[in-house]
């Protein structure tokens, strides 16, 4: 470790509340001895009043309140942490190690009941979501640190699972965490524009010679969202969805991501939303479809229509299955 990360945990150790003598923060920072009597002497310099004790039972301990002050992070902050690695590890944060260990070095040089309460707090917490592969997690990292560093990669890239693959030429903007998938945001030098890609489509990164500068006011998660609502669309290509029911089940429909979005007026017992055309074929009719009859479609007719006939489809589907079971 560096001479400033000696000093730190040496200051931890003792802020800790307990008295050690040189041998033993050497033995416990496997470092030399000198090496510490050295941080000490800069620590005391600095102004961080540590006292030597003589005798049998001596050793280093620091003066007065300066041991109860907050070094670095009060408990609320200790406990946020600890949450925030959580969530982390389970979106499949590609720092998540790194983020690990910060927390091991948090918890080592803290005193019992502080530990304590970081071990009881983050018990307390649970988090589901897809897991990350290794190989999804290793481009994660790619991406994020050509973010960083302004640096092009080389992507090759699948739109399908039957698709071919492309490579082009990718300027990272920033990668983004959404419905727990990971998506990557930037210029796409094939295609002369800004695109969003799916990190599990990935198939390969490898870093380029080229060089990029990120534009200031480029929001990698608004890019992501604009493609979806209608705020990017013409006026004309969007629909009135009129939808009926009790306004339990409305009010949770405005929690789903684009109804949310896309609401325009709100009544007691129904809902109005204005949402692009092609929508109403794809994953609408899906996203509606878990309501059953607490929900009833008054317009379009042609969502109506859609939804009849992937019913009309599903009920087909297993009538064929009942009479084979036959």
């Known amino acids: 470790m560096s001479k400033a990360d000696n ?3 040496i ?3 003792l802020r800790s509340g307990k008295k050690m003598t040189a041998q033993q923060l050497a033995d416990e920072l496997e470092i030399h001895i000198r090496t510490v009597y050295r941080c000490i002497d800069s620590l005391c310099a600095s102004g961080v009043p540590i006292i030597a004790d003589s005798g049998p039972n001596g050793g280093y301990r620091i003066l007065g309140d300066f041991a109860e002050s907050p070094l670095l992070f009060d408990a609320d902050e200790q406990k946020a942490l600890v949450h925030a690695s959580i969530f982390a ?3 499949g944060y590609p720092f998540s190690a790194e983020l690990e260990r910060a927390l091991e070095k948090l918890k080592r040089y803290t005193n019992e009941k502080q530990l304590d309460q970081m071990e009881r707090h983050g018990r307390g917490v649970s988090v589901i ?3 990350v592969g290794e190989k999804q997690s290793v481009f994660l990292q790619q991406l994020e640190e050509a973010a960083a560093e302004g640096r092009s990669l080389v992507m090759e890239y699948a739109r399908g699972k039957d698709s071919a693959v492309e490579s082009r030429v990718f300027d990272c903007y920033g990668i983004i965490h959404w419905k727990g998938s990971w ?4 210029f796409c030098r094939l295609r002369q524009g800004l695109r969003s890609f799916r990190v599990d489509r990935i ?9 990029f500068e990120r534009p200031a006011d480029f929001s990698a998660k608004d890019f992501l ?5 209608p705020s990017s669309l013409r006026e004309e290509s969007l629909v009135t969805v009129r939808i009926t029911g009790h306004d339990r089940v409305l009010n949770e429909l405005q929690n789903h991501w684009m109804f949310g979005h896309t609401l325009v007026r709100r009544s007691e017992g129904e809902a109005e939303f204005k949402m692009d055309s092609s929508a109403l074929y794809t994953y609408v009719p899906y996203y509606l479809l878990p309501y059953g009859k607490a929900l ?7 969502l109506v229509r859609r939804m009849a006939g992937i019913c009309a489809d599903m009920a087909g589907h297993y009538e064929g299955m009942n009479k084979e079971a036959e």
């Open 7 to 9: 000093m730190l945990s």
């Open 11 to 13: 200051l931890w150790l």
């Open 89 to 91: 590890k389970e979106a």
């Open 129 to 131: 979501y897809p897991p």
């Open 183 to 186: 998506y990557t945001a930037g």
């Open 203 to 211: 198939v390969r990164l490898e870093p380029s010679d080229h060089r």
């Open 225 to 229: 969202l604009g493609g979806l609502l």
């Open 296 to 302: 009833t479609i008054r317009e379009p007719d042609r």
